[in-house]
C-alpha cells in the first residue's frame, strides 16, 4: 500500500468524522426549524438524507483505498505473535 | 387475508425446512456449524447482515418512532448506520487480521486472548448477555403484538412467542449458522419488498411526499424538526444512540461474526457499501409509513397503528406478506443474536469438541427460553428497550476496539472499568443511580469516560512495548 493511498484513506475516515459531526449540529438538526423545503421534504429529513448518502460515498471511498488481503504487506506471512 | 397468509405461511415455513435440511447436511465440522465455513460473498453477507441488523424494530418500531417522535428519528438510526458502514470497514479490516493471526471461535474467546486476561471475555460476555437478551426480546413481543391482532383472542401472546422461540430454535439447532444465514435471505428480501408496497400505498393516498409531510405539518409541526413533539431527540440523545448504533458491528457478536465469516477483505469492503445502500433504501419508506401514520393515527396506540397501517388498509396478499415478513424479520434477528451469545460462550469453554458443541447447543436453548420470559413482561416500547440494548453493550466497544486495533492491548484497568461501567448503567436503568449526571446523560457519560481510560490505557502499554 502507497503512501499516498494510506494518507487518502486516513483522509476518507476522517472526512467520515467530520460529517457524522455537522449531523448533530445545527446546520443538519436546527431546533424547531423545518425550512427550507427541498423534494417536499422539511430541512432535518433532506439534509439527514445529504449526511446519510455522503457517508456511503465516503465508506465506497474507504473501500477502493483500503488494500486486498494480498495487497496488505502485514498479511503476508508476518504473523502477529512475530511482531508482539 | 387468512387464506394468503396460510399459502405465504406454508411457503415460507417449506423454505425454512429445506434450509435446515440443506445446512445439516453441509455442516461437516463444529466449526462448520458455527461459522458457516466462512466463506460468504458479498451478496449473501450483504443479506445476512441487513436481515440482522434490520429487524423487528425497523419494520415496527422505527415507524412509530417517526410517527411519535418526527423526522428526527431519521437521525437516530439512519445517520448511525451511514456511519456503521465506514467503520465495518475499518475495524473489519483489523479484526479480520486479528483472528486470522490467533484464531477466531467468538468475541469473547479472541478479546481473551488479545488480553492475556480471561476476565476481558468474560466481562465481554456478561455485557452482551445482559444487553441482548431485552433486544432478543422486543423481536420476539413485537411478533407476539402483531399476532394478537390478527387472531384476536386466539392466543395468549406468550404462546405466540413461545411458538416463534420453538420453530427458531428448532432450524438453528439443525442448521447452525448456515440455516440462520439462508433464512437471513428470505427475511432482507421480503422486509425491503413489504416496506416499499406499504409506503408506495401510503404516499399515494397523499398525492406524493411534499403533500404527505405537508400534512403532518398540519398535524403537528413539531414532528418535522428535532427535538419532537415530546423532546426526546435532543442532541445528546442523538450523540448517545449514534454511538450505541455505531459500534454495533464490535459489540453486538452477531454482527461481528459476520464480518469474520465473509471470503475476503474484497467483498467484506463491498458488502460494507452495500449494506450503506441497504440502510437508505429501506429507511426512507420507513420514514414514508411513519409519517403517514402522524397524519392518519396520532392519537392511536402502537397496536393501533401497526395493526391498521400493515395489515387492515393493506390487500389480503400485502397484508400476508407484511405477516410473513415481520415473522421472517423477527426470526432471522432474534436467532442470530441467540446463536451468537451461544457461539460466544463455546469461545470461552475449553474441552473436547463435541462435549462443548453439545453444551453450546443446551445454551442457545437456554438463552432462548430467557428471551422469552422477557418478552413475556416487557414493554411495548420497542425503539426504547433496543436502544438500551444498544447503548447497554457500546460500553463494551472501546475494550473491544482497543484489543482489536491495539499492537498490544491495554491493561486490565479496561476490563475493571468496562466492568464497572456495566454495572453502573444496568443499576441506572432501575433507579438505584440517576441516569442524569448534573446535565449529562450517565450512558454517553460512561462512554466517553471508557475511552478516555482505553485510550491512555492503550498509549501507555503500547509506548512500554516499544
Sequence with gaps: MTVCRKAGLYLVYAAAALVSAIAFTPLVIPSGVIEPWLFGMPRTMWAGIVVTITLVFLASLAAKLSPTDAEDPEDAGRSEESRA | ?466
Aim: include cysteine.
Design chain 2, 1 to 466: 387475508m387468512i387464506t394468503w397468509l396460510w399459502i405465504l405461511g406454508s411457503v415460507y415455513a417449506a423454505l425454512l425446512c429445506l434450509a435446515a435440511y440443506v445446512s445439516w447436511k453441509r455442516t461437516k465440522t463444529a466449526d462448520d456449524y458455527v461459522l458457516a465455513g466462512s466463506n460468504l460473498g458479498a451478496l449473501v453477507g450483504l443479506l445476512t447482515y441487513a436481515a440482522t441488523l434490520f429487524s423487528t424494530f425497523t419494520l415496527m418500531g422505527m415507524p412509530d418512532f417517526f410517527r411519535t417522535h418526527g423526522v428526527g428519528a431519521w437521525i437516530f438510526l439512519a445517520v448511525s448506520d451511514g456511519a456503521q458502514v465506514v467503520l465495518i470497514i475499518w475495524f473489519g479490516y483489523h479484526l479480520r487480521k486479528r483472528a486470522r493471526a490467533r484464531g477466531f471461535r467468538g468475541t469473547a474467546g479472541l478479546l481473551g486472548s488479545l488480553y492475556d486476561d480471561k476476565w476481558a471475555g468474560y466481562t465481554y460476555f456478561g455485557g452482551v448477555f445482559l444487553f441482548l437478551i431485552p433486544y432478543v426480546a422486543i423481536q420476539i413481543r413485537g411478533l407476539a403484538i402483531f399476532l394478537e391482532a390478527i387472531f384476536p383472542e386466539a392466543l395468549p401472546a406468550w404462546i405466540w412467542s413461545a411458538g416463534i422461540l420453538a420453530v427458531m430454535l428448532l432450524y438453528s439447532e439443525i442448521g447452525g449458522l448456515r440455516a440462520i444465514i439462508y433464512s437471513d435471505i428470505l427475511q432482507g428480501l421480503t422486509l425491503l419488498l413489504v416496506v416499499w408496497i406499504v409506503a408506495v400505498s401510503s404516499i399515494m393516498q397523499f398525492g406524493g411526499v411534499g403533500e404527505l409531510f405537508a400534512a403532518a405539518e398540519a398535524v403537528d409541526r413539531q414532528l418535522l424538526s428535532t427535538p419532537g413533539p415530546q423532546g426526546l431527540f435532543t442532541v445528546q440523545f442523538l450523540v448517545a444512540s449514534f454511538f450505541g448504533v455505531l459500534l454495533l458491528p464490535a459489540t453486538q457478536p452477531q454482527l461481528t461474526t459476520r464480518l469474520i465469516v465473509i471470503r475476503n477483505r474484497k467483498e467484506l469492503n463491498r458488502m460494507a457499501v452495500s449494506i450503506g445502500c441497504f440502510a437508505i433504501v429501506i429507511l426512507i419508506p420507513v420514514a414514508a409509513i411513519g409519517m403517514y401514520g402522524a397524519v392518519r393515527y396520532p392519537e392511536a396506540t402502537t397496536r393501533e397503528f401497526l395493526a391498521n397501517v400493515l395489515l387492515f388498509e393493506q390487500s389480503g396478499i400485502v397484508g400476508a406478506a407484511c405477516v410473513v415478513g415481520l415473522l421472517t424479520a423477527a426470526m432471522s434477528t432474534a436467532d442470530s443474536q441467540i446463536f451468537a451469545l451461544g457461539t460466544e460462550l463455546r469461545s470461552l469453554l475449553s474441552g473436547e469438541t463435541t462435549a462443548v458443541l453439545k453444551q453450546t447447543k443446551r445454551a442457545i436453548l437456554g438463552f432462548g427460553l430467557v428471551a422469552l420470559i422477557f418478552s413475556v413482561v416487557s414493554s411495548d416500547q420497542l425503539v426504547l428497550l433496543a436502544r438500551v440494548s444498544f447503548n447497554g453493550t457500546a460500553l463494551v466497544g472501546p475494550m473491544v476496539i482497543a484489543g482489536v486495533i491495539c499492537r498490544r492491548a491495554p491493561g486490565r484497568e479496561v476490563v475493571v472499568a468496562t466492568a464497572v461501567g456495566l454495572i453502573l448503567f444496568i443499576i441506572s436503568l432501575v433507579g438505584l443511580v440517576p441516569s442524569l449526571v448534573g446535565p449529562a446523560r450517565l450512558d454517553l457519560l460512561l462512554l466517553v469516560l471508557l475511552g478516555i481510560i482505553t485510550a491512555v490505557s492503550s498509549v501507555i502499554h503500547n509506548r512500554r512495548t516499544a
